[in-house]
């Protein structure tokens, strides 16, 4: 029989999208007050993989990941979640946006093996963790590579996030290996 044992915390990562640079600015300036220093950030990538979004939040948007310094508990995940929620809604009344999502919040965490995704919708993919919020893994690591899964969002299969996600497991590992996880 296995015994329980608790998991080491991990980084944790922020997925900003909005048309407004200073929407972007805006949700660092949140999460870095909140969870700490950023150790690492993407550019900001033309999100283009889909129009889901474009009736809420309009057109030209920019997705952009913060990692921050500090790992995690994986289970804080719902607070985070709950957190980044609030801020959305706090950005949107903060001035007359002419949409009414001017900025969207995705919270996850990367292990060795897989990035997981947080969401307030429930799919027969997704896991109820509590209190409204569910959890995907989203792209798994295998054969040297991020791999998807058959719901993984368009944009999470490109070259460049991987590419991102890869740079980021590959600090941590190193990091976690010189035993500084920080």
């Known amino acids: 029989m296995g015994q329980p044992a608790p998991h080491p915390p991990v980084p944790f990562l922020l997925a900003a999208v909005s048309r407004y640079e200073d929407a972007l600015q805006w949700a660092a300036q949140q999460s870095a007050a909140a969870w700490g220093p ?5 550019e900001a990538f033309a999100f283009t993989e889909t129009d889901y979004y474009q009736s809420t939040m309009g057109s030209g948007l920019l997705k952009q990941f913060l990692v921050f310094e500090r790992p995690m508990p994986p289970e804080q995940l719902i607070d985070v979640k709950l957190q980044t929620n609030a801020w959305e809604e706090e950005y ?7 949409e009414p999502r001017p900025l969207n919040l995705d919270p996850g965490y990367l292990t060795a093996a897989k990035l997981v995704l947080a ?3 429930d ?9 409204g919020i569910y959890a995907e893994v989203t792209l798994y690591f295998r054969g040297g590579r991020w791999q998807p899964r058959e719901w993984t969002y368009p944009d999470y299969r490109r070259d460049d996030f991987q590419a991102f996600f890869s740079r980021v497991r590959d600090d941590w590992q190193r990091r976690t290996r010189e035993g500084s996880p920080r």
């Open 123 to 131: 799919h027969s993919h997704r896991l109820y963790l509590g209190r």
């Open 38 to 42: 950023i150790a690492d950030r993407s």
């Open 92 to 98: 949107a009344r903060a001035s007359a946006w002419p």
């Open 119 to 121: 969401s307030t919708k």
